[in-house]
């Protein structure tokens, strides 16, 4: 027999979050065909692994790259981490379904994150159709699909608008997620502090997660609340998972924000664990930083968030909503998740801007931004950005403690996400989250090598074998014969994140190969520019 490819030499971590062992590894068609202690045949290449270790490559559990996918398919500050699967649609926000007639609509409401998607066309409507179409890009890494909320919402439900959904709307929002569900897609996913979806009531999402559970699909959540009403906001979840009788659900990028409140995942915790022994099957995501990442429109409370883009840049031009908006950050709102009061201006960074004018505070907070600008207080800037860039603004929060941060990260309910997206390296917007650049290293370098937070081992199965098991793969996420072939092969050693906050357009070190569907993407550090990712539909 001669392989595609032999990986020599090398130790091998499974997945499992077993011991390593020595252990060559023969892969042919995509496929790993053997695992031996010594394998003599001859091979097309040869890896020499000596010294590194060989691992199954990361299933990232909670991504954003299918923004980034009609732009290239070129994600490099992904695949540089061994990302070798992206779970996408994350947050209650993807890119499908669009109805007929309501294309201009979808790309308006997604300029506002970034104005290229104004100049982008999408050439689809349902979800199936949309799943053949990034079937056609050449995508380096596997992609697996979530269908958002927002999208089943803004197609059939109550668009934009504060109120709960008529039985015809709901019966609308029903047909597209099962269109979706049977087009592929994994579940449907939440991102419940966002307007509109802020505006959703608990018994409407038990109604559409029944529709879930009818096709053993999964409900992952961006909860309601990560600061005062975390706990509130996990118990929601899983009752919408219990209740509506789903497989299993996924909290989001698991933190605790604000500093009044941390220590409060000592609680979170224990209901997770809680619903585990109870029959019902939740787990959680993290990346490992400090800070958050989101729009700067989200700060302001939901009933200003109301409507379209246009209704809402109006609405905050107004000085007197301004005084009424200021008060509500004061006094706080029931429910609310209040940044401006619980994290405060002085801990939100520009991470980009819309507009030429504002291009030079990336980086810089809002507190410093009003002292470089000379405006006479934070509020000033506050809505000063949010009117000059169209609400166009995202922000990154230093919001979390390094003892929850641990405490999340060393759960057995734990898998790594980034949160993030594939950035590729041509690209240079802002100062993006250095989450995209650097999870999975970071995650081996500081918190395994240098912190001794988790066992290798550990580490490991949190990036491959479990979130495989989460989304039912039986053919991922374990270096097994039979199974396919993605592969990370990186130093133990010497493997760290370089992204900071400041310069995060880095790439990491210490991770020389990774291999998707047994075809090299990066050798020696070095991308090949080949496109063998596969969409993989959830099977019936
Ligand atoms: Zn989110």
């Not at 007639?101 to 100049?119: A, H, V, W, Y």
């Not at 022994?277 to 099957?281: L, Q």
């Given at each position: 027999m001669s392989y595609d490819i032999i990986i020599k030499n090398g130790k091998i971590v499974s997945g499992t979050g077993n011991p390593w062992y020595f252990g060559e590894i023969g892969i042919k068609d995509g496929k790993i065909v053997k695992i031996r202690s010594k394998l003599n045949e001859s091979a097309t290449k040869e890896i020499d692994a000596a010294g590194l270790i060989t691992c199954p490559g990361f299933i990232d559990i909670h991504s954003h790259t299918d923004y980034i996918l009609p732009i290239s398919s070129k994600v490099s500050s992904t695949l540089y981490q061994g990302i070798t699967t992206s779970v996408v649609g994350m947050c209650g926000e993807g890119m499908a379904p669009i109805p007929v007639?309501?294309?201009?609509?979808?790309?308006?409401?997604?300029?506002?994150?970034?104005?290229?998607?104004?100049?982008l066309d999408f050439p689809y409507h349902t979800f199936a159709e949309y799943l053949e179409y990034i079937d056609k890009l050449r995508n380096p890494a596997n992609l697996i699909f979530f269908v958002g909320y927002k999208n089943?919402?803004?197609?059939?439900?109550?668009?934009?608008?504060?109120?709960?959904?008529?039985?015809?709307?709901?019966?609308?929002?029903?047909?597209?997620?099962?269109?979706?569900?049977?087009?592929?897609?994994?579940?449907?996913?939440?991102?419940?502090?966002?307007?509109?979806?802020?505006?959703v009531k608990k018994e409407e999402l038990i109604e559409l997660a029944k529709v879930i559970a009818e096709h053993d699909g999964l409900?992952?959540?961006?909860?309601?609340?990560?600061?005062?009403?975390?706990?509130?906001?996990?118990?929601?979840?899983?009752?919408?998972?219990?209740?509506?009788g789903c497989i299993g659900g996924q909290i989001a990028h698991h933190k605790i924000s604000g500093e009044r409140f941390w220590g409060a995942s000592k609680e979170t915790l224990r209901l997770i664990k809680e619903a585990n022994?109870?029959?019902?099957?939740i787990s959680c995501d993290q990346y490992p930083y400090n800070r958050g990442m989101s729009g700067l429109v989200t700060a302001l409370p939901p009933w200003a968030r109301e409507g379209k883009d246009e209704q809402i840049l109006e609405r905050?031009?107004?000085?007197?909503?301004?005084?009424?908006?200021?008060?509500?950050?004061?006094?706080?709102?029931?429910?609310?998740?209040?940044?401006?009061r619980d994290?405060?201006?002085?801990?939100?960074?520009?991470?980009s801007v819309n507009s030429e004018?504002?291009?030079?505070v990336a980086g810089k907070s809002l507190s410093?931004?009003?002292?470089?600008?000379?405006?006479?207080?934070?509020?000033?800037?506050?809505?000063?950005?949010?009117?000059?860039?169209?609400?166009?603004?995202?922000?990154t929060i230093e919001s979390m403690s390094e003892e929850d941060i641990h405490q999340i990260m060393t759960s057995r309910y734990q898998m790594v996400g980034t949160d993030g997206f594939g950035i590729p390296s041509s690209f240079k917007f802002g100062a993006y989250h250095p989450r995209c650049f650097g999870t999975y290293p970071r995650v081996l370098g500081k918190y395994v090598r240098e912190e001794k937070v988790l066992t290798l081992e550990n580490a490991i199965r949190k990036m491959t074998s479990f979130p495989a098991q989460r989304l039912g793969l039986k053919d991922r996420g374990v270096i097994l014969e039979g199974n396919w072939a993605d592969i990370v092969i990186f130093n133990p050693d010497t493997v760290i994140d370089k992204a900071t906050y400041e310069s995060p357009y880095q790439l990491p070190e210490g991770i020389p190969h990774v291999i998707v569907n047994g075809v090299i993407v990066i050798e020696n550090g070095k991308p090949n520019r080949k496109g063998p990712g596969k969409v993989i539909r959830r099977s019936i």
């Open positions: 007639g309501r294309e201009n609509e979808f790309k308006k409401d997604l300029s506002t994150m970034n104005p290229i998607f104004e100049q089943i919402r803004l197609a059939g439900g109550q668009g934009n608008e504060d109120r709960s959904a008529t039985i015809e709307e709901l019966k609308s929002m029903k047909k597209y997620l099962t269109e979706a569900l049977e087009a592929g897609a994994f579940g449907m996913s939440t991102g419940l502090i966002y307007a509109p979806q802020v505006f409900y992952f959540s961006h909860i309601r609340g990560e600061g005062e009403t975390v706990v509130d906001a996990v118990k929601e979840a899983i009752e919408i998972v219990e209740k509506s022994e109870r029959g019902v099957s905050i031009k107004s000085l007197e909503i301004q005084e009424r908006i200021k008060k509500d950050v004061k006094d706080g709102i029931k429910g609310w998740e209040n940044w401006i994290e405060g201006f002085k801990n939100m960074y520009i991470s004018q504002w291009k030079d410093e931004i009003t002292k470089i600008k000379g405006l006479s207080d934070d509020w000033e800037t506050y809505f000063k950005l949010l009117i000059d860039n169209d609400l166009g603004v995202m922000i």
